[in-house]
């Protein structure tokens, strides 16, 4: 195994699917329990309080709220196969009932109505960079950030790049006011992105998007090639792009991720 594969190889982490969110609904009464303990038991403290207090106070598994096609959730999913991160997966539809993102629960988790969420660690986040940004930063490895500050930035540009750049253009919410011409905007959005991504990676690429370990560009580049071929949007100009996700798509961590492969992937979508 070369160093560059060592690391992007996935951890092993498993994926529940909820149906329904089950928020914090269990904090309370678990807090509850842990006062009664602690009020109540005082003589007994060392030796059956405090390992029932500790057994109590367990990080329950991060919640992603996503959706099967959503292309900012594939980068938080690549993200959590590739640090072997267990999680519960509840699917938002975007589409079904107006769109879910639109109901009062989810609007309290995220006020943009947008997928993908993470509640971690006692918090919810949103905003896939900075989801993915505080994984970086609490399962450092693999690592998807450089050492080198110079490759950091370059993996950081990219990033953002995709993120700022291109993805917000071809959202659901700017499509759906294109009307007639949504495919036509779609395209022209990931077409001109591509053409000045394709020379950026002139100068950064090596096996991936930046030299040849797999970092934060590659979670933004895969999926929204994704997106590219949705919108039929013609490949053939962006050799670097076509080759790097072609790479990418053949680890693990981007294989388990795939919209083709979700608990709310349709049967007919279904890989
Ligand atoms: N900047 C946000 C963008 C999130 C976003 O645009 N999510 C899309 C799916 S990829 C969405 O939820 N769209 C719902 C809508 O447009 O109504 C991120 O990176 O998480």
């Known amino acids: 195994m070369r160093d560059s594969d060592a690391t992007c190889m996935p951890k092993s982490g498993t994926v529940t699917f909820r149906k329904e969110p089950s928020p ?102 949103s905003q896939s960079l900075a989801i993915i940004n505080y994984l970086e930063e609490t399962h450092p490895n693999p690592r998807l950030l450089p050492q080198d500050p110079k490759k950091r930035a370059q993996v950081r540009m990219i990033a953002d790049h995709i993120a700022s750049g291109i993805q917000p253009l071809q959202n659901l919410n700017v499509l759906k006011q294109m009307g007639e011409k949504k495919m036509e905007w779609a395209q022209n959005c990931i077409m001109s992105g591509f053409q000045a991504l394709e020379q950026v990676l002139q100068h950064t690429a090596g096996r991936y998007c930046v030299g040849d370990e797999v970092s934060m560009a590659d979670l933004c580049l895969v999926p929204q090639v994704a997106n590219a071929e949705r919108f039929k949007v013609d490949m053939g100009p962006y050799p670097t792009i076509t080759r790097i996700n072609k790479a990418l798509l053949e680890l693990e961590a981007f294989k388990t991720s795939h919209p083709s492969r979700q608990p709310d992937t349709p049967a007919e979508l279904r890989a």
């Not at 914090?24 to 842990?34: R, T, V, Y």
């Not at 096609?69 to 959590?80: G, H, K, N, P, Q």
């Not at 009932?97 to 109901?103: A, T």
């Open 24 to 125: 914090s609904n269990i904090a309370l009464p678990l807090e509850f329990l842990k006062c009664l303990l602690l009020m109540h038991s005082f003589p007994y403290i060392q030796y059956l309080v405090l390992p029932a207090y500790n057994l109590l106070s367990f990080s329950p598994k991060p919640v992603l709220y996503s959706y099967f096609r959503s292309s900012c959730s594939w980068r938080v999913r690549i993200a959590l196969a590739l640090k072997g991160i267990s999680y519960d997966l509840v699917p938002v539809n975007l589409i079904k009932d107006g769109g879910q993102q639109f109901s009062a629960e989810f609007k309290a988790l995220n006020p943009m109505q947008q997928v993908p969420a993470l509640k971690i660690d006692g918090i919810t986040l």
